[in-house]
Structure formats: structure tokens, C-alpha cells
């Protein structure tokens, strides 16, 4: 019940009954007296004086209507009164909160009633009253009322105690003297007088009310300002309507690295910018904020550079205008927080998020965003850019046979050159593994962008030399013009690749620029892979034989495998086309495993003093399993291990790191024969043969067709090869002899055998048999 009593006296329109004290209990007010008494604390000698003053000017007044002796005598009361009642409130604490103030709030009422008494018997002192004593003692009562109304306006019980008895005693006057209209115009002024004190305490209460909850509000922001400063690592901050700073809290002048008393009135942007404020090269941020101030905005969680002892900081600041009551802007207050910490670790984030680890350079999310501008600038500017898409070759064989911390050096250093390669308008990243990219903007022509891609070959191709060993790779390089061949990053990244494929296709270290049929070349690709997976199972793959004969005297030796494919759809497919799609797509083991045990099984039906060769992949080499499924196709066929001929090429060397040299190892244990195939159009290293027995190194038409024409470089080699073969005990075979011509000069260079369409295109099986049954067919072919 209390808190309602309080809630209502302390609502907008406070009871008059209650400001009278006619109302609830005092004791049910809450603080609604201390509130009135307030207006009196110290106004002690005021009152006093002004009784005094007031004592004497009815005094002398009534001297000359008043017998002296009566005038002095009602003087001296009055005299006494004063004295006495300034005494009685002396020692009183008026308007004091903590105390209830209803002893004083009474004692008030009291006075004002024995004030109201001694000053009524002054309109009487004649004893029959004459008008012009009543007006003039009633002149001095009225300012009398007049004056307590302002200083006693927050208790209009205390004015209604003193002007209604003193109204009401001079109206009786004012009629006894013959004048009952200036009597009712005394009632009128007494009654307008104590409705006006009522509104004035009204009003008094409630303001001070206000006051004291803004400042019990205040009182608690302060607080908690005071407890965030202590606690938090933030600090406030506020400046003035001329964007000075002001109330410098102790946190910011440390912050800021400088004394409080020094910074106030010091302009927010100079304090922040440092040097800057004297050159007027300001950040853009401050710039944002200056121009926020200036138009008076709230802003949040800007990050400004500022500069404290000459050292950059990241400081982040949020703000709102302060407004007076009117609405007029007085200045910004805010908090800012030191946030350079932060920033570093998001910047590293930010960093490792869009830029490789190992080389440094921007990744593929970082080159995406540099081709979307690029691309953006191209269409706006009416201009082109270019993406070249690199990839290494023989990086694979690096890796695998020195180890991935010597290839993550190899690829440091490959990142080095080309990153030393980059102009102005140029972005080169690391897109995974072995493939970077660079992005060009404004390419006049695709001719630009095809020399850029030559140098980096060449760049990239000269040797290296990591831990003590020198390495060498080459890079195969497609690019796409922008936005002609793509106006979105995908479609420009997608043809970029096509032509990389194109380029790796070609046997690498070459440059490919994209054109529209390649989209058709990869449909068909993807078309081959498909048939491809399901032609086993279909049975569409056959073998063909191409003989092999003893270049002294024309005698077949034996024969090379060649797997043919004819598909339904597709029809016949040359090997040199879906090979490498088999390897790529990792389908060769089985297709190899196919061709192994089919060629061992066919073999079986020939005279037995020839050979079988078999070509076998890099991909099967690295298949642990490859050496039993060898010697499961020789179990099954019957066939001895030394009428099996293993061909493969140097690139088996590149891509491994020893496991297929120990492969091959096992194999020759098992007295199969090992061929080296294509020796002398790749790196032909000796190390290759010292490393492992051959019993075959084979000649690549190139040179037959070279050394048939007279190239001295051809001969050479050939001669070479032969003489090489002879030393470690190995034959050699010719391919691809065509004419007379070539025979008879491969024959006068010493080539051990003879292998082409001079004496028989590649055949199939059922043709073979049917050669066993006319000797003389291989002369007949052959001339």
C-alpha cells in the first residue's frame, strides 16, 4: 500500500490534499516532505530579518494611529517571535533526506500559524479599525504573504496557515471601516495567493523529483563508467561541439601515451594521426570519421590507424552526438578499445586463407578474386586479359625419388622464378601441387600472353640444384583469353585448363592457347572414358603381332604385342589415342593384365623358338601385385619366361623412386627378357642401364628415317646405341624400317634385329598362324 501511496504522490499530478498533508499519513509519503523542506534549509537568517525588517516598518507605521506604548509592546512580541523561532529551526536539519522531516514539517505549520496570529492583531490594535491603519498595515501584510509564498513555495500548507488568518482578519477590518468591496478584494488576493502556492509546490515537487532521480541515474551510469574503465581493456572517450577532447579519462591519455591534463582541448583527429596531423596525410579511415563528425552521424566499430609513440597502432571507435534538452549538439561521446592484436592475427588468417604457405604466393581463392577483376576491368575498359594455367613436368618423379621435402623446395624455388618474372598488371599463385597460374591484365593480343608462357618455360626448365642435387623439370602451359574465350571466371578457368591439357597431350614443355574445339576434344574424351571402362567386359579389345626379324639374314625372331580396340560406338580406336586415357583414367592395369596373359596364351601356339613382347606401363610398374600377375599369366599359358619380352620406356625411371627398377629385378630373376624401349628421344641415361640388365635397348624410327637420309646426327646415335649395346652384351632392334633403303642401312650400322612395315605390318593372331603355314609369306610380304 506504501508503494502506491509514493507512486502516486511522485506521478505527474500530485494530490493537493497530499502536498497539504490532508491527505495519506506522512509516514506513507515516502520522501515527499524532505522534498518541501529543502527549499528552507539555510533561509533561517533570511526569515529572521525579514520579520525583523517587517516588525519595524508596522511599527513606525502605527506610531502615528497606535498609542506608542501599544505599537512598542506589539513590537517587542514580534521582536521576540523572530528570535525565538529562528532558534527553534537553528538547530534543526531541514530537508535532510536520510531523516523523516516530519517533526520540522509540523513545527513549520505551527510557526506560520503564531506568525498569522501576532501579525491578525495588528488590524485591531486601534480597537475600532480606520481604513487608512487597515490598508496600510495591510500593504506590509500583503508583501509579507508575497514573500513567504517565494521562500516557503514547496509547502503551501505553511502560506495557507499565515495568509488565510491574516486575508480573513483584514477583510473583518476593512468592513468594520466601512470599505466591504476592498474586503472582498483582500479575500480574492488571499485566495488566488494560496491556489498559486498550491501549483508552485506542485511544481517544485516534481522537479526536484526529476533531479533527484537524474541524479540518482547519474549517480549509477557513474558508477558503472567508473567499474567499466577499471575492468574492461576499453576506455571513453569524449569530445566537445568543436570535436575537442574533453574529460580525458587516465585509461585514455595512457592509451594515447601522453598526460590527461595535457590532451584536454586537444583535437580528436590530432590526438589519433600523430606526424600526419602536420602533413594532413591522413588514413582514409580518419578521413571517414572527420567527415561522420562533421555531419554529426553515430558511427560503430570503425578501425582507424593511429600512431602512439611513433609506433601504428589499430584502434577500433564507436560514437554517438551528445544533445542537450533543446536538441542542441554539445559534442560526440564514445569508447574505443585497442585492437592491433586482433587485427595481426586476422591479417595472418586473412593471409593464410588467400596465400599458399609453402611459396607465398597468392592461392586459388586469391587468384579467382585477381581474374574477376581482371575480367571486370577487361569488359569496362573494352581491353583483354589472359590466365595461363602451368604445370610441371617430371616434378612427380622428383617427389617420389628424392622425397616430398626436397620436391616442397623444388616447388619454393620454381615459385621464386616465377614470381621474379612479374610485371606490373601480372598476379602468379600456387593453385595445389604442382599447377600455378598467372593472371594478365590489359594483353594487347594472345601473341603476348603465348611469348610470357615461352620465357616461363624457360625459365622454369633451367636446372636446380636442392640439397645437393641437381634437378631438372619443364612446365607445360595453357592459357585463355579473356573475355573472348570466357567472360566469367569458370568458363575462363575451365578453357585455361583445356588448353594445359592440350598441352601435356603434346608430351609437355609446350604452350597451348585455347580454341573452341577443344570443348569437342574433351566431349570426346569423356566419351572415350566411358566406353573405355566397360570394353573389357564388352571383349572389344584384340591383339595384333608385328614381326621382329635378325637383320644379318631376314629370320623371324618374334613378335610385338599391340593391343587394338574397336568399339561400337567409336569404331576403331587408335592405340596412341585411349592409352593414355587409360592411364590417366587408371585403367591400364587391367587392360595391361589383359594383354599379358592374352599375348602368353597366343604365344603358346607358335614355334617355340620365338619371342613375345609385351609394352608395359609406368602405371604398372608401380603395382606391387604386377610381378605375381606375371608369373600368373606364364603358369596359366605354359609359356617359358624367356620367350616373354618386357618393354618400357625411361619415363618408368622418372616417375618411380626404385620400385620398379627392383620390379623389373624380380622379373629378369625369373629369366624373362627386358626391352628398352625409345632410347634415345628421351633424357637416355647410361644410368638407367647400369642399373638394371637389359637384354634389348630399341631404336626409334626417328633416327632410322635419319640415318636413311645421311643425317650425320642420326648415324651417330645409331652407331652409338650399337656399339654401346655390343659392350654390355645387349642387341638392339631397329623400328619402324619401311624401305630397302633403311634395312640396308641398318644393317651396315650393326643393328642386331629389324622391326617395321618392311617385313610385316602388325597382324592378328589368326593372320600369324596362317604365316607358320607359308614359310616363304614373310619374304613375300616384306618384298
Same mark, same amino acid.
Given at each position: 500500500?506504501?508503494?502506491?501511496?509514493?507512486?502516486?504522490?511522485?506521478?505527474?499530478d500530485?494530490?493537493a490534499?497530499?502536498?497539504?498533508?490532508l491527505?495519506?499519513?506522512?509516514e506513507?509519503?515516502?520522501?515527499?516532505?524532505q522534498?518541501?523542506?529543502?527549499?528552507?534549509?539555510g533561509k533561517?537568517?533570511l526569515?529572521?530579518?525579514?520579520?525583523?525588517?517587517? @516588525?519595524?516598518v &508596522?511599527a513606525?507605521?502605527?506610531? $502615528?494611529?497606535?498609542?506608542?506604548? #501599544?505599537?512598542? =509592546?506589539?513590537?517587542? %512580541?514580534?521582536?521576540?517571535?523572530?528570535?525565538?523561532?529562528?532558534?527553534?529551526?537553528?538547530?534543526?536539519?531541514?530537508g535532510e533526506?536520510?531523516?523523516?522531516?516530519?517533526?520540522?514539517?509540523?513545527?513549520?505549520h505551527?510557526h506560520a500559524?503564531y506568525s498569522?496570529?501576532?501579525?491578525?492583531?495588528?488590524?485591531?490594535?486601534?480597537?475600532?479599525?480606520?481604513l487608512?491603519?487597515?490598508?496600510?498595515?495591510?500593504?506590509?501584510?500583503?508583501?509579507?504573504?508575497?514573500t513567504?509564498a517565494?521562500?516557503?513555495?514547496?509547502?503551501?500548507m505553511?502560506?495557507?496557515l499565515?495568509?488565510a488568518?491574516?486575508s480573513?482578519?483584514?477583510?473583518?477590518?476593512?468592513v468594520r471601516a466601512?470599505a466591504?468591496?476592498? @474586503?472582498a478584494? &483582500?479575500?480574492?488576493?488571499?485566495? $488566488?495567493?494560496?491556489?498559486?502556492? #498550491?501549483?508552485? =509546490?506542485?511544481?517544485? %515537487?516534481?522537479?526536484?523529483?526529476?533531479?533527484?532521480?537524474?541524479?540518482?541515474k547519474?549517480e549509477?551510469v557513474?558508477?558503472?563508467?567508473?567499474e567499466?574503465e577499471?575492468?574492461?581493456?576499453?576506455?571513453?572517450w569524449q569530445?566537445?561541439n568543436?570535436r575537442?577532447?574533453?574529460?580525458?579519462s587516465p585509461?585514455?591519455?595512457?592509451a594515447?601515451?601522453?598526460?590527461?591534463?595535457g590532451l584536454?582541448?586537444?583535437?580528436?583527429?590530432?590526438a589519433?594521426?600523430?606526424?600526419a596531423?602536420?602533413?594532413g596525410?591522413?588514413?582514409?579511415?580518419?578521413?571517414?570519421?572527420a567527415?561522420?563528425?562533421?555531419?554529426?552521424e553515430?558511427?560503430s566499430?570503425?578501425?582507424?590507424?593511429?600512431?602512439i609513440g611513433?609506433?601504428?597502432r589499430?584502434?577500433?571507435?564507436?560514437?554517438?552526438?551528445?544533445l542537450?534538452e533543446t536538441?542542441?549538439?554539445?559534442?560526440?561521446r564514445g569508447v574505443?578499445s585497442d585492437v592491433t592484436?586482433?587485427r595481426?592475427?586476422a591479417?595472418q588468417i586473412?593471409?593464410?586463407?588467400r596465400?599458399?604457405?609453402?611459396?607465398?604466393?597468392?592461392?586459388?581463392?586469391?587468384?579467382n578474386?585477381?581474374?574477376a577483376?581482371?575480367l571486370k576491368?577487361?569488359?569496362?575498359?573494352?581491353?583483354?586479359?589472359a590466365?595461363?594455367m602451368?604445370?610441371l613436368?617430371?616434378?612427380?618423379a622428383?617427389?617420389?625419388?628424392l622425397?616430398h621435402?626436397v620436391?616442397?623446395?623444388?616447388?619454393?624455388q620454381?615459385?621464386?622464378r616465377l614470381k621474379?618474372?612479374?610485371?606490373?598488371?601480372?598476379t602468379?599463385?600456387r593453385?595445389g601441387g604442382?599447377?600455378?597460374?598467372?593472371v594478365?591484365q590489359?594483353?594487347?593480343?594472345a601473341?603476348d600472353?603465348?611469348?610470357?608462357?615461352q620465357?616461363i618455360?624457360?625459365?622454369?626448365?633451367?636446372?636446380?640444384v636442392?640439397?645437393?642435387?641437381?634437378l631438372?623439370?619443364?612446365?607445360s602451359?595453357?592459357?585463355a583469353?579473356?573475355?573472348?574465350d570466357?567472360?566469367?571466371?569458370?568458363?575462363?578457368?575451365?578453357?585455361a585448363?583445356l588448353?594445359?591439357?592440350k598441352?601435356?597431350?603434346k608430351?609437355?614443355n609446350l604452350?597451348?592457347?585455347y580454341v573452341?574445339?577443344?570443348?569437342a576434344?574433351?566431349?570426346?574424351r569423356?566419351?572415350?572414358?566411358q566406353?573405355l571402362?566397360?570394353?573389357?567386359?564388352?571383349?572389344?579389345?584384340?591383339?595384333y603381332?608385328?614381326p621382329?626379324?635378325?637383320?644379318?639374314?631376314?629370320?623371324?625372331?618374334g613378335?610385338e604385342g599391340?593391343i587394338?580396340?574397336?568399339?561400337?560406338?567409336l569404331?576403331n580406336?587408335?592405340p596412341?589415342?585411349f592409352?593414355?586415357?587409360?592411364?590417366?583414367?587408371?585403367l591400364i592395369s587391367p587392360?595391361?593384365?589383359?594383354?599379358?596373359?592374352?599375348?602368353?596364351?597366343e604365344?603358346?601356339?607358335?614355334?617355340?623358338?620365338?619371342?613375345?613382347?609385351v609394352?608395359v606401363?609406368?602405371e604398372q610398374?608401380t603395382?606391387?601385385a604386377f610381378?605375381?600377375?606375371?608369373?600368373?599369366?606364364?603358369?596359366?599359358?605354359?609359356?617359358?619366361?624367356e620367350?616373354?619380352e618386357?618393354?618400357?620406356?625411361e619415363?618408368?625411371?622418372?616417375r618411380?623412386?626404385?620400385?620398379?627398377?627392383?620390379?623389373?629385378?624380380?622379373?629378369?630373376s625369373?629369366g624373362?627378357?627386358?626391352?628398352?624401349?625409345?632410347?634415345?628421344?628421351?633424357?637416355?641415361?647410361?644410368?638407367?642401364?647400369?642399373?638394371t640388365?637389359?637384354?634389348?635397348?630399341?631404336v626409334?624410327?626417328?633416327?632410322?628415317?635419319?640415318?636413311a637420309?645421311?643425317?650425320?646426327?642420326?648415324?651417330?646415335?645409331?652407331?652409338?646405341?650399337?656399339?654401346?649395346?655390343d659392350?654390355?652384351?645387349?642387341?638392339?632392334?631397329?623400328?619402324?624400317?619401311e624401305t630397302?633403303?633403311?634395312v640396308?642401312?641398318l644393317?651396315?650400322?650393326?643393328?642386331s634385329?629389324?622391326?617395321?612395315?618392311?617385313?610385316?605390318r602388325?597382324?592378328?593372331?589368326?593372320?600369324?598362324l596362317?604365316?607358320?603355314?607359308?614359310?616363304?609369306?614373310?619374304d613375300t610380304e616384306a618384298?
Amino acid at each position: 500500500m506504501k508503494s502506491l501511496l509514493t507512486d502516486q504522490i511522485f506521478a505527474d499530478d500530485i494530490p493537493a490534499r497530499t502536498l497539504l498533508g490532508l491527505g495519506p499519513r506522512d509516514e506513507d509519503v515516502g520522501d515527499l516532505r524532505q522534498l518541501q523542506l529543502a527549499p528552507l534549509r539555510g533561509k533561517g537568517s533570511l526569515r529572521l530579518w525579514m520579520g525583523l525588517g517587517m @516588525a519595524l516598518v &508596522a511599527a513606525l507605521t502605527m506610531v $502615528l494611529r497606535v498609542p506608542v506604548a #501599544i505599537a512598542g =509592546a506589539w513590537f517587542a %512580541v514580534a521582536l521576540l517571535f523572530s528570535l525565538w523561532s529562528y532558534r527553534a529551526f537553528a538547530s534543526l536539519a531541514i530537508g535532510e533526506l536520510k531523516l523523516s522531516g516530519l517533526p520540522e514539517y509540523r513545527l513549520c505549520h505551527r510557526h506560520a500559524f503564531y506568525s498569522a496570529m501576532l501579525w491578525s492583531s495588528t488590524f485591531w490594535l486601534q480597537g475600532v479599525p480606520t481604513l487608512d491603519h487597515v490598508l496600510s498595515i495591510w500593504t506590509i501584510a500583503l508583501l509579507m504573504m508575497l514573500t513567504l509564498a517565494m521562500i516557503a513555495h514547496s509547502m503551501p500548507m505553511i502560506c495557507i496557515l499565515y495568509i488565510a488568518p491574516v486575508s480573513l482578519s483584514a477583510a473583518v477590518a476593512l468592513v468594520r471601516a466601512g470599505a466591504p468591496q476592498l @474586503a472582498a478584494v &483582500a479575500l480574492v488576493a488571499a485566495l $488566488l495567493l494560496c491556489t498559486s502556492c #498550491i501549483r508552485f =509546490a506542485k511544481t517544485h %515537487v516534481r522537479f526536484r523529483r526529476a533531479e533527484e532521480t537524474l541524479h540518482e541515474k547519474n549517480e549509477t551510469v557513474s558508477l558503472l563508467l567508473r567499474e567499466f574503465e577499471e575492468t574492461s581493456a576499453d576506455w571513453l572517450w569524449q569530445t566537445d561541439n568543436a570535436r575537442r577532447l574533453v574529460h580525458v579519462s587516465p585509461r585514455l591519455a595512457f592509451a594515447l601515451g601522453a598526460a590527461a591534463e595535457g590532451l584536454e582541448g586537444v583535437p580528436l583527429l590530432q590526438a589519433l594521426s600523430g606526424d600526419a596531423w602536420e602533413t594532413g596525410q591522413f588514413p582514409r579511415s580518419l578521413h571517414d570519421i572527420a567527415e561522420r563528425m562533421k555531419r554529426r552521424e553515430s558511427f560503430s566499430n570503425l578501425i582507424v590507424p593511429v600512431t602512439i609513440g611513433g609506433k601504428p597502432r589499430w584502434w577500433e571507435l564507436s560514437a554517438s552526438p551528445r544533445l542537450d534538452e533543446t536538441g542542441k549538439f554539445l559534442g560526440f561521446r564514445g569508447v574505443g578499445s585497442d585492437v592491433t592484436e586482433q587485427r595481426a592475427s586476422a591479417e595472418q588468417i586473412a593471409k593464410m586463407a588467400r596465400f599458399d604457405n609453402l611459396t607465398g604466393l597468392p592461392n586459388r581463392l586469391h587468384l579467382n578474386e585477381e581474374l574477376a577483376r581482371a575480367l571486370k576491368h577487361a569488359n569496362d575498359a573494352k581491353s583483354r586479359c589472359a590466365l595461363l594455367m602451368i604445370d610441371l613436368d617430371r616434378f612427380k618423379a622428383v617427389n617420389d625419388t628424392l622425397g616430398h621435402p626436397v620436391g616442397d623446395k623444388l616447388l619454393a624455388q620454381v615459385a621464386a622464378r616465377l614470381k621474379s618474372m612479374m610485371d606490373r598488371g601480372m598476379t602468379c599463385g600456387r593453385l595445389g601441387g604442382d599447377e600455378f597460374a598467372v593472371v594478365l591484365q590489359d594483353v594487347p593480343s594472345a601473341l603476348d600472353a603465348e611469348d610470357l608462357a615461352q620465357r616461363i618455360i624457360a625459365a622454369v626448365s633451367r636446372p636446380y640444384v636442392v640439397d645437393n642435387h641437381q634437378l631438372f623439370v619443364g612446365a607445360s602451359i595453357g592459357f585463355a583469353i579473356g573475355p573472348q574465350d570466357g567472360a566469367t571466371v569458370e568458363t575462363l578457368t575451365r578453357n585455361a585448363d583445356l588448353a594445359l591439357y592440350k598441352s601435356k597431350d603434346k608430351g609437355g614443355n609446350l604452350v597451348a592457347a585455347y580454341v573452341a574445339s577443344l570443348h569437342a576434344q574433351a566431349e570426346e574424351r569423356r566419351v572415350m572414358e566411358q566406353e573405355l571402362r566397360g570394353a573389357l567386359d564388352r571383349g572389344e579389345f584384340e591383339m595384333y603381332y608385328q614381326p621382329v626379324v635378325t637383320a644379318a639374314d631376314g629370320t623371324l625372331n618374334g613378335f610385338e604385342g599391340l593391343i587394338r580396340w574397336n568399339n561400337q560406338k567409336l569404331g576403331n580406336v587408335a592405340p596412341g589415342r585411349f592409352i593414355p586415357l587409360a592411364e590417366d583414367s587408371r585403367l591400364i592395369s587391367p587392360i595391361g593384365e589383359w594383354v599379358l596373359r592374352t599375348a602368353c596364351h597366343e604365344a603358346m601356339r607358335w614355334p617355340s623358338n620365338l619371342k613375345v613382347a609385351v609394352n608395359v606401363s609406368a602405371e604398372q610398374l608401380t603395382d606391387p601385385a604386377f610381378a605375381s600377375v606375371v608369373v600368373s599369366a606364364l603358369a596359366q599359358s605354359g609359356l617359358p619366361p624367356e620367350r616373354l619380352e618386357i618393354e618400357v620406356t625411361e619415363s618408368v625411371f622418372l616417375r618411380d623412386g626404385g620400385g620398379a627398377a627392383q620390379l623389373l629385378d624380380q622379373l629378369i630373376s625369373l629369366g624373362i627378357r627386358l626391352s628398352l624401349d625409345d632410347f634415345g628421344t628421351g633424357y637416355s641415361s647410361l644410368g638407367y642401364l647400369r642399373k638394371t640388365q637389359f637384354s634389348t635397348i630399341k631404336v626409334d624410327r626417328s633416327f632410322v628415317v635419319g640415318a636413311a637420309k645421311g643425317s650425320i646426327e642420326s648415324i651417330a646415335i645409331i652407331r652409338a646405341v650399337v656399339a654401346l649395346a655390343d659392350s654390355l652384351g645387349m642387341s638392339t632392334t631397329a623400328e619402324g624400317a619401311e624401305t630397302e633403303v633403311e634395312v640396308d642401312t641398318l644393317r651396315a650400322l650393326g643393328c642386331s634385329n629389324i622391326q617395321g612395315y618392311y617385313y610385316g605390318r602388325p597382324m592378328p593372331a589368326s593372320d600369324v598362324l596362317t604365316l607358320f603355314r607359308r614359310p616363304d609369306s614373310l619374304d613375300t610380304e616384306a618384298a
